[in-house]
């Protein structure tokens, strides 16, 4: 099939939701065909991440003429107990960065207090 992405097999890092709300967050009016090519996901499956993502208030839009700019709620928390108060702004900064091919400071990677491995 024609326009497609290839499917991904195995466990990623991030999830779709978070990569969709990041090429929201780095071009507000992106088009969702777009989303979807550098998602490696389908139209549709974009559609209805951004639905979850409005539906829980991370995500609002605005319609002008046939395309939409998005607003990300960046103060919003995280949703997982394990990320409580974390800012989606934080992560999305992070990914931003990434794509811009930013490398952060080895003093930025370090300033976070670390979570133990072993639960110690």
Not at 76 to 103: D, M, N, Y
């Amino acid at each position: 099939m024609d326009g497609v992405p290839e499917p991904h097999t195995g466990w990623t890092f991030l999830t779709n939701h978070a990569r969709v709300l990041a090429a929201i967050a780095d071009n507000p009016n992106v088009r969702i065909r777009n989303i979807a090519a550098h998602c490696r996901l389908t139209e549709r499956a974009v559609q209805k991440i951004i639905a979850d993502l409005e539906q829980d208030g991370y995500l609002s839009h605005t319609r002008e003429g046939r395309s939409n700019t998005y607003r990300v709620e960046a103060d919003k928390v995280l949703r997982h107990p394990a990320e409580a108060g974390l800012p989606v702004a934080e992560l999305l900064s992070l990914l931003i960065q990434a794509e811009a091919g930013h490398t952060p400071a080895p003093e930025q990677l370090t300033a976070r207090p670390r979570m133990p491995v072993d639960g110690g």
